[in-house]
């Protein structure tokens, strides 16, 4: 299955501090670049699971014994390593949103370039798909997806336009989509608008953000103290997320204090967000908008 180069390769990996008889986690394993890098890095005695939900991708299964690829979504990570027989792991990395080989499938309908059936799943197995949420989703909801995941100023507008043309005939492609919102975009900014369309639809359909949420609290979990995260985002909503857990150790509100008044926050930054050069910009179009945040796992005091 041809997929595209990793983004930020060396940086990402290099951020887990690779222990060679340690246990990691990737989450999003894809194309397998960064697995094949991790496992680079690992002794005999190493160990590296990968989640990935997208049936595609386990065509790009590792052959190696130290190697365990999981077909689930990775908002399983604690119930599998579990069941696996693993309480603690010394690194996780995520590559968060959407693959290069999904973006260039016609059929799986999350590119703008193509004409293709309303679908958008990362796994197929998801009963709700694109065109669930355009046809049967209350102009209400269908607001709130397009203003909260698309950050787009005409979603009420936009959200009653869908409706209105849904009937009698359903909206069934994203050329019929992109139709019916032609009005609010003009020619020079139609690709940015309908990116965000997309990724609104996109967000609901496979439920990222919860699903970023409950990974990031399991990862704080089974991460030992001394391990390290490792996340790509690609849209503000990602990196905020990523961006409040390690500085806060929750999403919302002010961090726990101890004893003297001091923060208890179990992640503690490593370096400055990283993004990706000139060099790798121009040779992987698909970094642009790639931020890296890496963080340890620090010991906190029982009380």
Request: aromatic share 8%; net charge neutral.
């Amino acid at each position: 299955m041809d997929y595209h180069n990793a983004v930020l390769l060396e940086q990402t990996v290099a951020g887990l501090a690779i222990k060679p008889d340690g246990v990691y986690v990737d989450v999003t394993f894809g194309g397998g670049g960064h697995s094949r890098e991790i496992l680079k890095h690992l002794g005999p005695n190493g160990k590296l699971f990968a989640f990935d939900q997208d049936e595609d991708a386990w065509e790009n299964r590792i052959d190696d014994e130290r190697f365990m690829l999981v077909p689930h979504n990775f908002r399983h990570l604690k119930r599998f390593l579990r069941f696996h027989g693993i309480t603690e792991v010394d690194g996780i990395l995520a590559d968060l949103g959407v693959s290069s080989h999904q973006f260039d499938v016609a059929e799986r309908g999350f590119s703008t370039r193509f004409d293709a059936p309303l679908d958008m799943r990362m796994s197929k197995s998801n009963s709700k798909s694109a065109y669930t949420v355009i046809n049967e989703y209350e102009e209400k909801a269908l607001k709130h997806i397009l203003l909260e995941y698309g950050e787009l100023k005409s979603a009420p507008v936009m959200a009653r336009t869908i409706v209105h043309h849904r009937n009698p005939n359903p909206i069934a492609t994203t050329e019929r989509l992109k139709e019916v919102l032609r009005p609010f975009y003009p020619a020079h900014k139609s690709h940015k608008i309908l990116a965000q369309v997309y990724q609104a639809i996109r967000i609901e359909v496979n439920e990222e953000i919860d699903v970023l949420r409950e990974m990031l609290e399991q990862a704080v979990d089974v991460l030992k103290p001394g391990g390290r995260l490792s996340v790509i985002s690609y849209h503000s909503l990602e990196d905020r997320l990523v961006k409040r857990l390690i500085k806060n150790g929750q999403f919302e509100g002010e961090p726990e204090r101890d004893f003297f008044g001091n923060f208890q926050v179990p992640l503690k930054a490593i370096g400055k967000l990283i993004v990706p050069d000139q060099a790798e910009l121009e040779a992987n179009s698909r970094s642009r908008s790639a931020k890296l945040r890496i963080a340890e796992k620090v010991q906190i005091a029982k009380k």
